[in-house]
């Protein structure tokens, strides 16, 4: 049987030159088809189409649809089986996602290529190979993110890539040459064609070296600048070495140069001069190690972005802490000519993100991060893969900023409120967790299972899906939660990722257990023995905003009793991380009560927010005061001269301005003029 795609967005099935079904679904051309053995031992067959609309669809051999798998952002060009049920795809938005396609779910993504992939092929057992616009075959691994082995051409495209039965790969590229590597030295070429070979390599590489926004590669200084000590902690330095444009920074502390990244070079480039990473196109991408260990990380940027922005997307991204945010950004100013001033005047763009790894009774930057200062990129990492409880910060999506004063819902004159989507707390070390609980547990008595370990893995992944979850996951989650106080701070770490899953959020928040649910997490934000579970607990209720719709229902109708907890506890001794998991609470109440238009609710949480704004000493961080700011904003937008008056009556103007007045931090003086003026 051949399977064939077409142009005209259908592919067909043929047998003895005979079209025996026409399979019609996809909206736009058919670039890749793909049998695919079932798993179910009877030796049938499914068809994968792979489109320029995006999407792969499963199909049975009679045309009858089946799952359509959505996940690229450009044009499917490859696909191919490495095993039954399963699937490799490569598309234009430069990744490679494997595909479990009895269920529909994404089993990984692989990111390496700079451009445009357009063909795949298996590699052995355990291996892929592919080949792309980037002028590049690259070498996979399964379950390894980064390719093992890249392979530069001396063309501008990779239009094809095969593997013969030897274990050799084949290359078509756009010079209509067929080059073939091998890994056998019997088989390897003469002397004299490596070495023409390399030649023309290097030829077209000095043809397209990089040149930084009008300094040639060429007139960069040579490594000999780093014998000469920085002038100053933070320093930037840009060098050439081996061909390669390198940044370095300036390490007081440790009296040193310390590399922090490539220059990414115009060879990786399309013709645009931009280069492509993730299947978008950027002016710039920094190849960032933070830890020799592993695989450097990208810091992609454009000329027109904010760097604080990126900055801050790059820290949630990587899972690094929140005092990197000044040097990541001046970094990117101090490299990328007229993308602002050091001032971190647009801090504030993106203000949701906390900690980046909590640290118990550790210092706090002032947002609200753990541990050391912002320069030299000595990382926490090296010794960072030990478990802490609560690490990780929280985020907001990109439309609970960029929708702040938009059309549809209440409106305010500030750029800052009001928020529209709820705030959560979604980073933190996964395996730390898991390692953690299961000792707990087992020392305990309790014992936890490597299945349910397995299961509590994928509740914690931060890309999220509602895929159903067991009733055995459910109980042990619960059984979790019995530990005592002294042990249980993983289970709620595990449980503050989970109750952002629908049907964990229904289990422990629909009538018959929602009020045992609220009775379980008061006792702990109002203790403050267990600073970590108090922390922990108030970012399960963060969390819960988000998780199903009785998650909501449940904490509106358990306002008073929570915010009775919150308000006895603020005179208490709270940590800094603590705060701001509080005031995202608050914050999340406001979005809430802005979405039900309940005047009450409204009066009630007001009160809440300036009794604790109030008590001394119990919003201290900026990031925990910004965040009360933002939240007495949004509680505000659209609630007419009623609640205003409320809140003037409760001296908000006065309080809000000796707070501002004495903060250092722009974004908190600048949301307190937006609500100086819609309290006017």
Not at 14 to 20: A, E, K, L, N, R
Not at 246 to 272: L, Q, T
């Amino acid at each position: 049987m051949v399977l064939t795609g077409s142009w005209d967005s259908t592919a067909k099935l043929w047998q003895d030159s005979f079209c025996v079904a026409t399979i019609e679904g996809h909206e736009l051309a058919v670039w890749a088809v793909q049998f695919v053995e079932s798993s179910s031992g009877d030796g049938d067959v499914l068809l994968a189409t792979g489109s320029a609309d995006k999407t792969i669809r499963v199909w049975n051999k009679s045309g009858g649809a089946g799952k359509v798998l959505r996940g690229h952002t450009d044009v499917v060009r490859g696909l191919v089986s490495p095993r039954p049920n399963e699937l490799l795809s490569c598309a234009n938005d430069a990744s490679v996602r494997q595909w479990d396609i009895s269920t529909g779910s994404c089993l990984g993504v692989y990111y390496g290529h700079t451009n445009y992939i357009y063909s795949i092929a298996l590699l052995g057992s355990d291996s892929f190979v592919t080949s792309s616009e980037d002028a590049s075959v690259r070498v996979w691994k399964f379950g390894k993110p980064d390719s093992v082995q890249t392979i530069r051409l001396p063309t501008r495209s990779v239009w094809a890539v095969a593997t013969l039965r030897n274990g050799d790969i084949a290359a078509g590229g756009s010079d209509s040459l067929i080059r073939i590597f091998t890994r056998d030295n019997s088989r390897v070429a003469p002397d004299d064609e490596l070495k023409a070979y390399e030649t023309e390599l290097a030829s077209m590489e000095h043809a397209t070296k990089e040149v930084l926004e009008g300094v040639k590669t060429e007139d960069l200084p040579t490594d000999a600048a780093l014998y000469a000590p920085g002038e100053k902690d933070g320093q930037t330095k840009i060098i050439r070495k081996d061909g390669k444009v390198e940044v370095y920074n300036w390490s007081a502390m440790e009296n040193e140069w310390k590399k922090i990244g490539d220059v990414v070079g115009s060879s990786n480039e399309k013709a645009s001069g931009r280069t492509l990473y993730q299947g978008r196109e950027y002016d710039y991408v920094f190849s960032v190690d933070f830890d020799e260990s592993k695989p450097p990380v990208k810091l992609p940027y454009n000329r027109s972005d904010d760097p604080y922005v990126v900055a801050q997307k790059f820290l949630e991204d990587n899972e690094l802490p929140q005092s990197y945010l000044d040097t990541v950004a001046k970094f990117i100013m101090q490299n990328v000519p007229g993308s602002g001033s050091a001032a971190p005047v647009s801090a504030y763009a993106d203000p949701f993100t906390g900690a980046g790894r909590y640290m118990p009774g550790g210092g706090a930057s002032a947002n609200g991060a753990g541990g050391g200062g912002a320069a030299g990129y000595r990382d926490p990492f090296t010794g960072g893969n030990a478990y802490v409880s609560g690490s990780g910060g929280g985020e907001t999506s990109a439309a609970a900023m960029n929708g702040a004063g938009a059309a549809g819902g209440p409106t305010s004159t500030s750029s800052f409120y009001p928020v529209r989507d709820f705030i959560g707390f979604h980073l933190g070390n996964v395996d730390g967790v898991l390692k953690k609980l299961k000792e707990n547990m087992d020392a305990s008595g309790l014992g936890l299972p490597e299945t349910e370990v397995a299961h509590f893995r994928k509740l914690m992944e931060k890309d999220l899906t509602n895929a159903p979850v067991s009733e055995s996951t459910l109980n042990t989650l619960g059984k979790a939660l019995d530990l005592p106080d002294a042990q249980i701070f993983p289970a709620l770490d595990l449980l503050r990722f989970a109750i952002r899953h629908r049907t964990v959020c229904d289990y422990f928040c629909e009538a018959e257990r929602g009020g045992m649910f609220i009775s379980f997490l008061l006792p702990l934000i109002k203790s403050a023995k267990f600073p970590a579970n108090q922390q922990l607990s108030l970012k399960v209720i963060s969390n819960t905003f988000a998780g199903s719709n009785a998650g909501r229902k449940l904490l509106t109708d358990h306002r008073k009793a929570v915010f009775a907890a919150i308000t006895e506890a603020a005179p208490s001794s709270i940590d800094k991380n603590a705060q701001i998991a509080r005031a995202t609470v608050l914050l999340n109440f406001a979005v809430l009560s802005n979405t039900a238009q309940n005047q009450e609710e409204k009066l009630e949480l007001m009160y809440v927010l300036l009794e604790v704004a109030k008590v001394a000493n119990a919003v201290t961080d900026d990031e925990a005061v910004f965040r009360t700011m933002v939240a007495l904003g949004t509680l505000l937008s659209g609630s007419g001269e009623e609640l205003k008056g409320y809140a003037k009556a409760l001296d908000v103007v006065p309080f809000g301005a000796v707070v501002a007045s004495g903060s250092s931090d722009d974004r908190i003086k600048s949301v307190w003029k937006s609500l100086e003026k819609d309290l006017a």
